[in-house]
C-alpha cells in the first residue's frame, strides 16, 4: 500500500521538474501488507475490531455490482484484485524503478486520523 500523500508529493515533484518525455514509473510503498494486517492497524486504530472477510472468486462480480460499481469499473478491479490475489502484482523492476515511498499505512493512517 502506498500513502496517498506520497504518491501527491511525488507526482508534484515531477511536474515541478518538468517532463519532457512519457515514461512508466512504478511506485510501491515501503512494505507489503496483507489484508489482515491492514484490519489490525484500523482495530488499533479505531479502538475496535475489524475483521476480514474473503468473498469467494465466484461472487466477487455480484457483490461489485451489488454496491453500485459499473461494468468497466468491476471488470477491471476483478482483473487487479485476481493479479494481486495470483501473486503477479510484482513491479517489474525496469529502468530506476520500483521508486519507494517512505510511509506506511501505520504512519500514514494515524497522521490521517490525527491520533
Given at each position: 500500500m502506498i500513502s496517498p500523500n506520497d504518491v501527491a508529493k511525488?507526482?508534484?515533484s515531477k511536474i515541478e521538474q518538468g517532463v519532457d518525455h512519457s515514461?512508466?514509473?512504478e511506485i510501491v510503498g515501503p512494505k507489503k501488507y496483507a489484508s489482515n494486517d491492514?484490519?489490525?492497524?484500523?482495530?488499533k486504530?479505531?479502538?475496535?475490531e475489524i475483521v476480514t472477510h474473503e468473498i469467494p472468486r465466484q461472487e466477487w462480480?455480484?457483490?461489485m455490482k451489488g454496491v453500485g460499481y459499473a461494468e468497466d469499473a468491476t471488470r477491471n478491479f476483478i482483473k487487479m484484485t485476481e493479479t494481486v490475489a495470483n501473486g503477479k502484482?510484482?513491479?517489474e523492476g525496469k529502468?530506476?524503478?520500483?521508486?519507494?515511498?517512505?510511509?506506511?499505512?501505520?504512519?500514514?493512517?494515524h497522521r490521517f486520523l490525527g491520533k
Open positions: 511525488f507526482i508534484t515514461e512508466v514509473i491492514i484490519a489490525k492497524e484500523f482495530s486504530v479505531l479502538a475496535k462480480r455480484a457483490v502484482a510484482e513491479p529502468g530506476p524503478n520500483p521508486i519507494a515511498m517512505d510511509s506506511t499505512f501505520e504512519e500514514y493512517f
